[in-house]
T-cell receptor, first 111, second 117 residues
Framework: DQQVKQNSPSLSVQEGRISILNCDYT??????FLWYKKYPAEGPTFLIS?????DKNEDGRFTVFLNKSAKHLSLHIVPSQPGDSAVYFC??????????FGAGTTVTVRA | EAGVTQFPSHSVIEKGQTVTLRCDPI?????LYWYRRVMGKEIKFLLH????????ESGMPNNRFLAERTGGTYSTLKVQPAELEDSGVYFC???????????????FGPGTRLTVL
């Protein structure tokens, strides 16, 4: 019963362009969402979060959009840089602390 | 500030053997979590400690897995006996108690890659 889904396993984007990563969820009890970034042989690192009461949160080049009615969120990276090449995980949580993750999207930024 | 550390980084064992993974959380973090990622799939929750108490162990696959956190500091996850399907990357994470953004930011260790042959 996977509650968070990232349907695109990979994304290739040219340096300087926008990267858009998508995530869908099924559990309406989730009240916050996070994006994590993971490099090979390292653990996931926190990137940005959004509360379920908001529809947008921005931090530098990273913006997360939340559409509660569609149970969908997206992460925009503008402009994409070579150092952004990594696996990105969408995660969701509620008041029980545990996080539910998607399977990840591998982003490759081409020079 | 030191991050979450895990030992070993890799472990290769045969089916039926026992393996113990260790996690040292960030100092002062009362919350400690274990997760597992199998074959490039999603990262799945295993269990959550608050200090030395198991708060939620709903993700533990079966009774071959035993997690402990003696004294509320480091934690161990023992698999006994190991089966082929236990192979994967085991992540440990820790967090402070906090309200507000970034809502339960969990800091992850680098993981232990377990291979059961």
């Amino acid at each position: 019963d996977q509650q968070v889904k990232q349907n695109s396993p990979s994304l290739s984007v040219q340096e300087g362009r926008i990267s858009i990563l998508n995530c869908d969820y099924t559990n309406s009890m989730f009240d916050y969402f996070l994006w994590y970034k993971k490099y090979p042989a390292e653990g996931p690192t926190f990137l940005i979060s959004i509360s379920s009461i908001k529809d947008k949160n921005e931090d530098g080049r990273f913006t997360v959009f939340l559409n509660k009615s569609a149970k969908h969120l997206s992460l925009h990276i503008v402009p994409s840089q070579p150092g952004d090449s990594a696996v990105y995980f969408c995660a969701a949580g509620s008041n029980d602390y545990k996080l539910s993750f998607g399977a990840g999207t591998t982003v490759t930024v081409r020079a | 500030e030191a991050g979450v550390t895990q030992f070993p980084s890799h472990s290769v064992i045969e089916k039926g053997q026992t393996v113990t993974l260790r996690c040292d959380p960030i100092s002062g973090h009362d919350n400690l979590y274990w997760y597992r990622r199998v074959m490039g799939k999603e990262i799945k929750f295993l269990l959550h400690f608050v200090k030395e108490s198991k708060q939620d162990e709903s993700g533990m696959p079966n009774n071959r897995f035993l997690a402990e956190r003696t004294g509320g500091t480091y934690s161990t996850l023992k698999v006994q006996p190991a089966e082929l399907e236990d192979s994967g990357v085991y992540f440990c994470a820790s967090s402070q108690d906090r309200a507000g953004p970034p809502y339960n930011e969990q800091f992850f260790g680098p993981g232990t890659r377990l291979t059961v042959l």
